[in-house]
């Protein structure tokens, strides 16, 4: 399984962004999805995590109710929905592909990154 993180870029403290991760291999739909990000300095850190079937999700406390895990099967894309962007989920964001969780040894595939910056 390749994936490609798309979507992020420079906003404004309150303002939406939306990720999207697209992947190769028809093995997409057995995987789960997990979100993480990476602030200059800092560890990579466990964001959403979303089921192979989608019908789980997982979020860090930082992002709950805030930002929205979704799949698409048919589409082989996963996206995350991010509302109300703070300076501190300032970071690159990377989507990975595994057995699921928290961790970051619950993923074997990972894509490359994507910036997002957030402004006050």
């Known amino acids: 399984v390749q994936l490609q993180a798309s979507g992020g870029g420079l906003v404004q403290a309150g303002d939406s962004l939306r990720l999207s991760c697209a992947t190769s291999?028809?093995?997409?739909?057995?995987?789960?999805i997990g979100w993480f990000r990476q602030a200059p300095g800092k560890a990579r850190r466990f964001v959403a995590a979303?089921?192979?079937?989608?019908?789980?999700?997982d979020y860090a406390d930082s992002v709950k109710g805030r930002f929205t895990i979704s799949r698409d099967n048919a589409k082989d894309t996963v996206f995350l929905q991010m509302n109300s962007l703070e300076v501190d989920d300032t970071a690159v964001y990377y989507c990975?592909?595994?057995?699921?969780?928290?961790?970051?040894?619950?993923?074997?595939?990972w894509g490359q990154g994507t910036q997002v910056t957030v402004s006050s």
């Open positions: 990975a592909a595994g057995s699921g969780g928290w961790s970051l040894t619950g993923y074997v595939h």
């Open positions: 291999g028809r093995t997409f739909s057995s995987y789960s």
């Open positions: 979303i089921s192979a079937r989608g019908l789980g999700t």
